[in-house]
Antibody, heavy 113, light 112 residues
Framework: QGQLVESGGGVVQPGGSLRLSCTTS????????MHWVRQAPGKGLQWVTF????????YYADSVAGRFIISRDNSKNTLYLQMTRLRPDDTAVYYC??????WGLGTLVTVSS | EVVMTQSPLSLPVSLGQPASISCRSS???????????LNWFQQRPGQSPRRLIY???NRESGVPDRFSGSGSGTDFTLKISRVEAEDVGIYYC?????????FGQGTKLEIK
């Protein structure tokens, strides 16, 4: 079935950077496209970014394009999200998602001074 | 980007009664070869979302058959034939046809 475990969340000042990781197990990571989806406190879901199974293509929401970079290491079965120039409105739980069918528990990112 | 509009945003339903959620997109979600990437998700209180329906009408493994999806083009519907207590939560539609993917605002289902 598979498991996704996000890590790397925390409190960061506006303008700062953070790198999230998503460690996967129980499935062949290298054959799946992967997403990050976020949810601000008390708000709805927002799709953030996607990377193809081989890393050949990436897509971003307009709100994060140019600030966030999605990447993956198929040898380590791990997905990453490098976040830079963070803003208070980036505060959210960030979910790692396999093809939209399998979700992790999320990691909370708080951008605050 | 494609705007997804759900209605209603709040849905009080009595146990055992049917429920229906509408989702409309600002442009057609039909991909080439007649495939439409429209998903429905359920988020129970305090839990991660889980996908109920993919490609308009296909139920995920383990999803009760009281959940059904239908629609085409720009108009889609999630129906619950008989609401149970465990169905309380927020339901989201999401399109995966056009980049960037986009979600609806969410519909909060509660027991009346």
């Amino acid at each position: 079935q598979g498991q996704l475990v996000e890590s790397g969340g925390g409190v960061v000042q506006p303008g700062g950077s953070l790198r999230l990781s998503c460690t996967t197990s129980g499935f062949t990571f290298s054959t799946y496209g992967m997403h990050w989806v976020r949810q601000a406190p008390g708000k709805g879901l927002q799709w953030v970014t996607f990377i193809r199974s081989d890393g050949s293509s990436t897509y971003y929401a307009d709100s994060v394009a140019g600030r966030f970079i999605i990447s993956r290491d198929n040898s380590k079965n791990t997905l990453y999200l490098q976040m830079t120039r963070l803003r208070p409105d980036d505060t959210a739980v960030y979910y790692c998602v396999r093809g939209m069918g399998l979700w992790g528990l999320g990691t909370l990112v708080t951008v605050s001074s | 980007e494609v705007v997804m509009t759900q209605s209603p945003l709040s849905l009080p339903v009595s146990l055992g009664q049917p429920a229906s959620i509408s989702c409309r997109s600002s442009q057609s979600l039909e991909y080439s070869e007649g495939i439409t990437f429209l998903n429905w998700f359920q988020q129970r209180p305090g839990q991660s979302p889980r996908r109920l329906i993919y490609k308009v009408s296909n139920r995920e493994s383990g999803v009760p058959d009281r959940f059904s999806g239908s629609g085409s083009g720009t108009d889609f519907t999630l129906k619950i034939s008989r609401v149970e207590a465990e169905d309380v939560g927020i339901y989201y539609c999401m399109q995966g046809t056009h980049w960037p993917y986009t979600f609806g605002q969410g519909t909060k289902l509660e027991i009346k």
